[in-house]
């Protein structure tokens, strides 16, 4: 399965500033997805980055608050912005394999922000 | 609304006995279901999954069960190990899409 790592693990930021994480996935992805986990919640997907075009976002999550840049097939980057302490989650990015037959989706290890 | 519920937040099994975390759903339009692990600290990990075409899927020590009429699904973990002892999230997806719609999750304790 694929390797993905995420930069940064954690940090802790003040309100009105924004975070960008990047995600690394060790092979040619064309599915990669943005997922956020607030405390004591479930997994809920913000959206699909698309390589070469915009993201498309699920319902409840905007362009503006949630910037996301896809350049090439192996990388992608989420930005939190104008943080707020609601923005509090553990944010992780997850791919599917080209050429799976399955639907399985492959986790990085998370990137725990908090907000102060 | 949540549609995919895993209405036990927690669950203590002792070690070399069988662990059964439940999953129930509401959108009859899923049609492919998934078990994930997760440690703390780590992203959720891969596990099992069954197709709507199947009642049962079995993966060494895991086994997952369908049941379409009652919207249901469960895991089987036998024997249980203590290195078992995670968060476990159910997941579902609908035809002809790739988004997932999680559980909130069942913490498994195993006890040695």
């Known amino acids: 399965s694929a390797v993905i790592s995420q930069k940064p693990s954690r940090d802790i930021c003040q309100r009105g500033t924004s975070l960008t994480i990047q995600c690394q996935v060790d092979s040619q992805v064309t599915m990669m997805f943005w997922y956020r986990q607030q405390p004591g919640q479930s997994l809920t997907l913000i959206a699909t980055?698309?390589?070469?075009?915009?993201?498309?976002?699920e319902s409840g999550f905007v362009i503006d608050k949630f910037p996301i840049s896809r350049p090439n097939l192996t990388f992608s980057t989420l930005t939190v912005s104008n943080m707020s302490p609601e923005d509090s989650s553990i944010y992780l990015c997850?791919?599917?394999?080209?050429?799976?037959?399955?639907?399985?989706?492959?986790f990085g290890p998370g990137t725990r922000l908090t907000v102060l | 609304d949540q549609q995919v519920k895993q209405n036990s937040p927690s669950l203590s099994v002792q070690e070399g006995r069988i662990s059964i975390l439940n999953c129930d759903y509401t959108n009859s339009m899923f049609d492919y279901f998934l078990w994930y692990k997760k440690y703390p600290a780590e992203g959720p990990t891969f596990l099992i999954s069954?197709?709507?075409?199947?009642d049962k899927n079995e993966d060494g020590r895991f086994t997952v069960f369908l049941n379409k009429s009652a919207k249901h699904l469960s895991l089987h973990i036998v024997p249980s190990q203590p290195g078992d002892s995670a968060v476990y999230f159910c997941?579902?997806?609908?035809?002809?899409?790739?988004?997932?719609?999680f559980g909130t999750g069942t913490r498994l304790k195993v006890l040695a």
């Open positions: 069954i197709s709507s075409i199947k």
């Open positions: 997941a579902a997806s609908g035809a002809g899409t790739y988004k997932y719609i």
């Open positions: 997850s791919v599917r394999e080209d050429g799976s037959s399955y639907n399985e989706q492959f």
């Open positions: 980055a698309n390589q070469g075009s915009e993201a498309t976002y």
